[in-house]
């Protein structure tokens, strides 16, 4: 079913990912007070904004942006999340805003002074490097203490990113992902290993399927999606095991096998290394 997940990063500004891996459209809706912009990103799938009781919508397509800003009113939040689709939105006031771009307000259309007290509506392009920033956010897999300093960062990335007007490959750590057709190759990369779960491909024909040098599926990889290829598709099984432990229609072996370990000892003590917790243990915390 969807979700929706909400991180103050501080006063003022605020962070929701939403995110539907289901077959039914999810609905969200939250009240937003008159002054705070809003930033959409369509990481995947489509969204839908709905405004003055469902009298006008706006669409929100994968990799594409929305800035919403309306001084005079607020702009409660309706959204209507398609299946398998993921949102990331921004909510930030506009006095904090101006505080972080007092020096450069001249070249934000919406600070302008004729616009400052006028109603701003943008629809822009996700570029490579805010693709990044997003996927990271999405698979967030550090430790749970600094989640909060994580997400105020990557926050502040994101606005940054947003409104960088060329962007300069010489600002990036790994240059070659600026390259579009390049993080592209790294999401089919994700999207074969996960395809292939039980049996995944060994690296170096992962590079070849995608067509990158091993080198730079390596690092792209970890640049985008914060963990190596293995190490991503551990956890990616792990929680797919746990959603089919929490179905009920599988037991503990026929789970291990499904997501490739051979032995049920070898899935059950990947599953403890995950979790803390033995697969039976954990279908009993959910049973009771």
Not at 105 to 131: G, Q, T, V
Not at 210 to 234: C, E, H, P, W
Request: with cysteine.
């Amino acid at each position: 079913m969807g979700s929706q997940e909400e991180i103050k990063i501080e006063d003022d500004f605020i962070l929701i990912r939403f995110q539907n891996d289901d077959t039914a459209v999810f609905l969200a809706e939250r009240q937003i007070q008159q002054g705070l912009i809003q930033f959409h990103f369509g990481i995947k799938g489509r969204a839908k904004f709905i405004f003055n009781q469902g009298s006008y919508a706006l669409d929100l397509k994968e990799e594409k942006a929305l800035l919403l800003y309306n001084p005079q009113k607020e702009l409660p939040l309706h959204l209507e999340l398609a299946p398998h689709s993921w949102v990331i939105s921004v909510i930030v006031s506009i006095k904090k805003f101006h505080a972080l771009f007092s020096a450069e307000a001249d070249y934000i259309p919406f600070l302008s002074d004729e616009n400052k007290d006028k109603k701003y509506y943008n629809e822009s392009d996700i570029s490579p490097s805010m693709a990044i920033v997003l996927s990271q956010l999405f698979h967030y897999n550090l430790n749970p203490s600094i989640k909060n300093l994580y997400y105020k960062g990557k926050g502040y990335e994101l606005l940054s990113l947003y409104f960088n007007r060329s962007e300069d490959p010489n600002a990036e750590q790994c240059p070659f992902l600026i390259d579009e057709d390049n993080v592209m190759k790294i999401r089919r990369a994700k999207e074969i290993v996960i395809a292939n779960m039980a049996e995944p491909p060994g690296l170096q024909e992962l590079a070849d399927q995608v067509g990158l040098n091993l080198k730079k599926l390596k690092m792209g990889f970890k640049q985008i999606y914060g963990d190596t290829v293995y190490g991503f598709l551990f956890d990616y099984k792990m929680d797919y095991a746990r959603k089919l432990l929490d179905s009920g229609s599988y037991n503990v072996n026929e789970v291990g096998l499904k997501i490739g370990y051979s032995t049920g000892s070898h899935f059950i003590a990947a599953f403890k290394k995950k979790f803390a917790t033995t697969p039976k243990k954990y279908l009993m915390s959910i049973t009771q």
